[in-house]
């Protein structure tokens, strides 16, 4: 049943839309404060407003104001505005913040059920685009579901069709080659090669042949013609790694290289042209080190046409949980192991811990971790880690052992931007002080009440 607030003071038109709208599930509020305390709490589809709400009923200040909240709150919402007969310039004013649509009185209950309807036909159906688009990453190999990680995917994904040259920034370990390697599969390039080097783990005097090739005789030990990784990714993608270590030197031959689009072997003559798609991706401050001179500056701006920056592992919530319970099918089948799943303690300790070295450390705290495991759960001293609270281990976890632990953060965040004030933590949360006092028993945060 589709949930619609009704925001209106006259309680004469409560009781006709009451008496009307009985195919919804329908909440009253007769002005601002109530009708914010009813959106957090009831979370509705649909929300019916009169602008002439009081302190001024006469005025449409206190309903326009009623409408900028609830959108900013909960954007999704659709918003019916009803005005005054003749009031069409509020009408025109609320359609410009966001309202869905508006409706001018005297209230007819059946032209308003035909409009409720439709907003939540539509409101279904946006909710299902949304569903569906955060169920089918854009990239589809990346894993995580927090908004941070999503919108590079999405930034990855526009720019995976073009050949715009892409620096992907982020620290060690949170997935830049995973990323270069996803816009590589999303491009038109992906039937032709991946080529990655990684600039940093290659001595200096040896890069510059890694990249170009080099010809036979060009060097001592050059037995023969050999091609670099460059011309390895012919039609395809070519990934460097770690560009900011690239020496000042080789930088003018890469710059000159991707300007033209040729290339000339280590001890060469002839002019290669190249067709390939580069992408970039370094952990270090490139902006600083143009400032400082180590690094080109017309390098700089072409190789990062577009930047991308990947989130660090901390910053991506509960992504950590979803990408453990991966690595460690993963991991369970490689190494024959027995492990079934994760305690408190560790899920604690994970959402916990700030992961300095991001996913490839997660990946080699669990890889110990389930080799070392006693238990059928991974504690958190299995995976080398500090538990938060010591709380007794139980037999299962799952996503609502999870959602549970998140909601007990969010009331204890909630109570302290209360100041303590539990009538106004409920409120908050959009939820009532019995429910309040209900969740504080269940989830054990027995010192908020005493407001210690
Ligand atoms: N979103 C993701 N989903 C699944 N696995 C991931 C994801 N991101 C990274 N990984 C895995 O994490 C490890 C580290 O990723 P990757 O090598 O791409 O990081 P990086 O940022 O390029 O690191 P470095 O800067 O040290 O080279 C890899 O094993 C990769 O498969």
Redesign the pocket.
């Given at each position: 049943m589709g949930k619609v607030l009704v925001v209106d003071d006259d309680l004469g038109i409560q009781k006709q839309l009451k008496w009307s709208l009985t195919d919804f599930d329908v909440v009253f509020a007769e002005d601002r404060p109530t009708a914010i305390a009813q959106l957090r709490r009831f979370e509705p589809e649909v929300v019916t407003l009169d602008l002439g709400l009081p302190p001024d009923p006469a005025n449409a200040s206190e309903g326009l104001l009623a409408l900028s909240e609830i959108l900013s709150l909960a954007p999704h919402t659709k918003v019916i505005v009803v005005t005054g007969n003749n009031d069409k310039s509020n009408a025109l004013k609320a359609i410009e913040l966001g309202a869905y649509d508006f409706y001018q009185k005297p209230i007819d209950s059946d032209t308003i059920k035909i409009l409720i309807n439709r907003a939540l036909n539509l409101a279904a159906l946006e909710h299902e685009n949304r569903v569906l688009l955060r169920s089918s990453p854009a990239m589809g190999?990346?894993?995580?579901n927090s908004s941070s990680?999503q919108m590079a995917s999405r930034r990855a994904e526009k720019i995976a069709q073009t050949d715009i040259s892409a620096l992907l920034l982020?620290e060690?370990?949170?997935?830049?080659?995973?990323?270069a390697r996803s816009i590589h599969e999303h491009s038109q390039r992906s039937d032709k090669s991946f080529v990655a080097i990684?600039c940093a783990s290659i001595p200096e005097n040896l890069l510059e042949s890694e990249l170009f090739g080099y010809e036979k005789g060009a060097f001592t030990g050059a037995n023969k013609t050999t091609l670099g990784k460059i011309e390895m990714a012919q039609g395809g993608t070519l990934f460097l790694?770690?560009i900011g270590d690239m020496p000042v030197g080789l930088q003018a031959k890469m710059l000159r290289f991707l300007q033209e689009r040729v290339i000339e072997r280590v001890g060469g003559r002839t002019e290669i042209p190249v067709d390939i798609r580069v992408v970039c991706?370094t952990?270090r401050d490139l902006q600083a080190m143009v400032a400082e001179e180590s690094f080109r500056e017309d390098l700089f701006y072409r190789i990062g046409e577009i930047t991308i920056e990947?989130p660090p592992l901390k910053d991506r919530d509960q992504d950590v949980i979803l990408?453990a319970k991966?690595f460690l099918t993963q991991y369970c089948t490689e190494f024959n192991a027995r492990v079934k799943g994760f305690s408190d303690s560790a899920v604690n300790a994970m959402l916990a811990h700030p992961w300095p070295g991001?996913?490839?450390e997660l990946?080699n705290k669990l890889k110990s971790a389930v080799i070392l495991a006693e238990g059928q759960l991974i504690t958190a001293e299995d995976l080398g880690l500090r538990a938060p609270d010591a709380e007794p281990e139980k037999e299962i976890l799952n996503l609502r052992e999870v959602r549970e632990f998140a909601e007990s953060q969010a009331i204890r965040k909630a109570y302290i931007r209360a100041d303590k004030n539990m009538s106004k933590t409920a409120e908050l949360l959009g939820v009532t002080r019995p429910t309040l006092y209900s969740l504080i028993d269940k989830y054990h945060l027995e010192d908020l009440k005493t407001g210690v």
């Open positions: 190999k990346i894993i995580g990680i982020g060690s370990g949170t997935g830049k080659e995973v990323f990684n790694d770690e991706a952990h990947i990408l991966t991001n996913i490839r990946q």
